[in-house]
């Protein structure tokens, strides 16, 4: 993903910016979404990586049994000899982890909606002057472009994610 992103920021509200949070909203939810759908895509083929690993594993076992130290060769033995593996376990754990990831992202995408409806409670209260007092209006423009800046300095911290074949 090109842009960085910082969920933990992300999902927090400004509540004397909510006219900027509600700006950044459906830009949120865009990079969110998107973000989800491609760890959804790599734990799809982690998955279909697992499948095919253990296809080929399982025509090799078949081929030659005692090459995977199986004397007899029953269904069980062959699934037992897959699971042992080297490959096998390699493209589990990255399948495990693509799982994770796709996890984590898909809870960031409900806190973000979750976000919406904290911004429209918000200005629900706003409206019925549950925070009243007297003040100046903001200059929008000024404030996104500070948002804007803020979000740029904030850039080195990013979501770490494990890619599949990755040594990380």
Request: no cysteine; aromatic share 6%.
């Given at each position: ?20 949070e509600?700006?950044?909203?459906s ?23 697992i ?29 037992s ?44 209260l ?43």
């Open positions: 993903m090109s842009k960085a992103i910082n969920y933990e920021d992300d999902v927090k509200i400004d509540p004397d910016a909510l006219d900027v509600w700006l950044r909203q830009e949120l939810m865009g990079i969110y979404g998107k973000h989800q759908a491609q760890t959804r895509n790599e734990m799809d083929n982690a998955k279909e990586l499948d095919v690993t253990k296809a080929k594993l399982d025509f090799a076992i078949r081929n030659d049994p005692e090459k995977y130290g199986l004397a007899k060769v029953t269904e069980s033995a062959i699934q000899a897959i699971l042992l593996q080297e490959e096998y376990r390699e493209n589990n754990e990255a399948y495990a982890n693509a799982r994770y990831e796709n996890d984590v992202a898909l809870s960031v995408v409900r806190a973000i909606e979750q976000k919406k409806t904290a911004l429209e409670n918000l200005v629900r706003l409206q019925s002057s549950y925070f009243s007092g007297p003040k100046a209006p903001r200059d929008l423009s000024a404030e996104v472009l500070k948002e804007k800046e803020r979000k740029n300095a904030n850039q080195k911290v990013k979501i770490k994610r494990r890619r599949v074949g990755n040594d990380e």
